[in-house]
């Protein structure tokens, strides 16, 4: 057996590496063996002895420091980060302010459980989504830990204020793994394949997706809300869960008025319209969150990835007459609110405010579009370039049909994916068909490091 960190001496040395990773892991893109090298691929075997098949990993080089935008493996690789753990690590890998709020913690209580004796720190973090989600209106919060978990909880709060059964999402959207959440979600494989029989009452209504319905707000919100008065019903709809920008399904910016229109329309009638901001939420796009480029004021808002700088962490947060028609005892879970994890949210929220983050979002989406739109002018196969702040998409479409029919281009973003990982950039895919290529760094990702990257997937284009 391998027990290399039980000796004293070990766990020294892994102590130091982790306080170092500041000093040593420098912001350049380093590749000095072949991709796996030697350690990854040695560690890869074992995993495959003991790890589920399962769990697959975009790109099995395994990870030893990480600090701003750089990922250190343990084969002295540096990779230029593009994908930010799916958009968590949003101020940074090991952002010294987290790091220290979070070390200073453990060594004060690591844990007690709110239900049973509770803390300053869960308060704090609920005053500051109270301060930062949309809306000027008296808001309360609950603390779970993953980003499923705050969906099934704003389910569970939205079902018991209406008293009505049915939950409404919309097509392309993601919105976890649990059973609830995989039967929210669009795509079958690989979330739900073989785990049924999934939730029932969940119903998925057209969305908007302005590059191929070419619908404005308008239209695309009477098209979503004929579908869930004829499928649905107002009076059974509970709930209508919307990411402001679709993450997994390709970061589809919905048109201008679409949202809005869709939460008159909720409020009118009666139906709780959730924001999954998952994704999407926390100074990931140059706004605290996404809702607000589209002037959408949700009944409850969903944080989780981004609060914590790493840490698990999520909340439901919203409307206190909504939020509070649960009964004592009803909303909890053993971890959720953890102390540490607070401690740690509250310092990335001091982090974005004392370190200009949402400008720094800004700064990312205009360097990269820049960027971005000169590589669609070189190349017939980017069909589309959106986004917002630190969350931007490329849609790959087959040679030339940007303009006519679209046709997704999957094998093009499987190449070039590779191609990038190999010489140092992890790029993310996304998209309902495969054919997204997304950008979703942290924020330190400086705009040379964004240059640099972008000459690797102009090579990988070239390559093709
Ligand atoms: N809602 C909008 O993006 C998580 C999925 C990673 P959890 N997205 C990354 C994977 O393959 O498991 C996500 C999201 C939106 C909900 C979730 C779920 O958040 O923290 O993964 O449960």
Excluded at 48 to 66: F, K, N, R, W
Excluded at 246 to 252: C, N
Excluded at 262 to 290: F, K, P
Excluded at 325 to 347: M, R, Y
Aim: proline fraction near 4%; charged fraction near 15%.
């Amino acid at each position: 057996m391998t027990d290399t960190l039980a000796t004293p001496a070990a766990q020294a040395s892994a102590s130091t590496a982790a306080s170092s990773a500041a000093a040593t892991v420098t912001q350049e893109r380093r590749i000095v063996t072949a991709i796996p090298g030697p350690k990854s691929v040695e560690l890869q075997k074992r995993r495959l002895e003991t790890v589920s098949d399962g769990v697959s990993s975009m790109l099995p080089v395994y990870i030893e420091q990480a600090h701003g935008a750089i990922l250190r493996d343990v084969d002295g690789n540096q990779f230029i980060d593009l994908g930010a753990g799916i958009g968590v690590t949003t101020i940074g890998h090991t952002e010294s302010s987290v790091v220290d709020a979070a070390t200073s913690q453990v060594g004060q209580f690591i844990h007690t459980l709110f239900t049973i004796t509770p803390y300053e720190e869960y308060i704090r973090v609920a005053e500051l989504l109270a301060e930062h989600t949309p809306g000027d209106f008296k808001k309360k919060s609950v603390l779970i830990n993953s980003g499923a978990e705050a969906v099934e909880n704003g389910v569970k709060i939205a079902r018991k204020y209406t008293g009505r059964r049915a939950v409404a999402v919309l097509d392309h959207a993601y919105h976890g793994r649990t059973n609830l959440t995989m039967a929210m979600n669009y795509k079958a494989a690989p979330y739900a394949t073989g785990y049924g029989p999934l939730a029932g009452d969940v119903y998925h209504a057209p969305s908007s997706y302005p590059y191929h319905d070419g619908l404005n707000g308008a239209d695309a919100a009477a098209r979503t809300i004929a579908y869930l008065e004829k499928v649905v019903g107002a009076s059974d709809l509970a709930c209508l869960v919307v990411e402001p920008i679709q993450g997994e399904g390709g970061f589809m910016v919905p048109a201008d008025g679409y949202l809005p229109a869709l939460q008159e329309w909720c409020t009118a009638n009666g139906v709780v319209m959730i924001a999954d901001e998952i994704q999407s939420g926390m100074a990931r796009t140059g706004a605290y969150y996404a809702s607000e480029h589209f002037g959408w004021v949700p009944d409850l808002v969903l944080t989780a990835k981004g609060i914590a700088g790493g840490l698990p962490l999520a909340a439901v947060t919203g409307r206190a007459e909504i939020m509070d028609s649960s009964q004592p005892g009803g909303l909890g879970g053993t971890f959720g609110g953890n102390p540490v994890a607070c401690a740690a949210a509250i310092a990335v929220f001091e982090a974005i405010e004392n370190n200009d983050l949402l400008a720094e979002g800004q700064r990312i989406e205009k360097t990269l579009k820049a960027g971005l739109t000169e590589l669609q002018n070189s190349t017939d196969i980017i069909g589309e370039i959106r986004g917002h702040g630190a969350m931007v998409a490329i849609e790959l479409v087959q040679p030339g049909t940007g303009n006519t029919t679209k046709e997704p281009n999957a094998a093009a973003v499987a190449s070039i994916s590779a191609y990038a990982a190999q010489h140092g950039v992890l790029l993310l895919t996304a998209g309902t068909y495969g054919n997204v290529l997304r950008f979703l760094p942290s924020l330190a990702l400086t705009d040379d490091l964004i240059a640099d990257a972008l000459s690797v997937i102009d090579d990988a284009i070239r390559a093709l």
